[in-house]
């Protein structure tokens, strides 16, 4: 089981280029990794420590505020 500590929400990233984000998003907080998604796409609903999902739109600007999960 992964650690949840560290930073676990970028609201300052809505707006930002989906790459540039997750970027941040791993440098920030080493423990996770971004995985970009993008909206519509379907994904598990199972909660992880160790993963941020960066939702983009089709330009790959980020739509929704990363956080863990």
Do not use: H
Not at 19 to 44: F, L, R
Request: glycine share 10%.
């Amino acid at each position: 089981m992964s650690d949840c500590s560290g930073k676990s929400s970028w609201p300052e990233l809505v707006g930002v280029n989906g790459e540039a984000a997750a970027a941040i998003i791993v440098k920030e907080n080493p423990k996770v990794g971004a995985v970009i998604v993008k909206e519509g796409m379907m994904v598990t609903m199972d909660f992880r420590c160790d993963r941020v999902r960066v939702w983009v739109d089709k330009y790959g600007i980020v739509k929704r505020k990363p956080q863990i999960g």
